[in-house]
């Protein structure tokens, strides 16, 4: 069974950073054909923040690009992502995300809230 938790969220100010860490059992990230971050604001559908493949390249959200990053650390197992600059509109739940074995797995999510 893969399961999927999401750390390092909270409140923080405009233009402030914050890291987010997402560790799974069940599986390696190494074994998954992809792995990211999605988000979710109120009234609005879940959207895709950034994705990293098992082959290494990435893509990101625009108004992800140039502000956030997506990284892996093998040894712990996580994937990880760091949000600079944070603004207002970064405030949402943001969930880990991977596709293994023919299927997505999704983290419980986690409060990032940008105040103004």
């Known amino acids: 069974q893969v399961q999927l938790v999401e750390s390092g969220g909270g409140w923080v100010e405009t233009g402030g950073s914050l890291r987010l860490s997402c560790a799974a059992s069940g599986t390696s990230f190494r074994d998954t054909n992809m792995m990211g971050w999605y988000r979710q604001s109120p009234g609005k559908q879940r959207e895709p923040v950034a994705m990293l493949s098992n082959l290494g390249s990435t893509n990101y959200a625009r108004s992800a690009e140039g502000r956030f990053t997506i990284s892996t650390d093998s040894a712990k197992n996580t994937v990880d992502l760091q949000m600079n600059t944070l603004q207002p509109e970064d405030t949402a739940v943001y969930y880990c995300?991977?596709?293994?074995?023919?299927?997505?797995?999704w983290g419980q999510g986690i409060q990032v809230t940008v105040s103004s």
């Open positions: 995300y991977t596709w293994v074995r023919g299927r997505a797995y």
